[in-house]
């Protein structure tokens, strides 16, 4: 299995942090109905605010050092850490025409 690149695993980490933002959020909302939409639209920023300070230095890692072996590192770690599921292309199947 090649290495997979820094741009494909950063997008695969941001889709599963905001899946699970949004996992949240949504048992929030079930469990708390009587929230208003700015108590909901504050709580929503601030969940967003702690996934985005939790992945800053893993995606700076990954992204500075992504033409290196330990970019390549990075990249298999965050992989295997957080079981990301990066989009496989085939280079055997045909272009699709329009």
Known sequence: MPVPHAVPVV???KRKAAAVADAELGRLA???PGLDAAARAEVKDAVQ???DAF??????????HADSPLGESYADALCELFSLELPTFSLDRPA???
């Open 55 to 64: 992945l800053r230095e893993p995606i700076t890692r990954v992204t500075s």
């Open 49 to 51: 605010r702690v996934v």
């Open 30 to 32: 079930s469990r708390a």
């Open 11 to 13: 997008q695969a980490l």
């Open 96 to 98: 699709r025409s329009a």
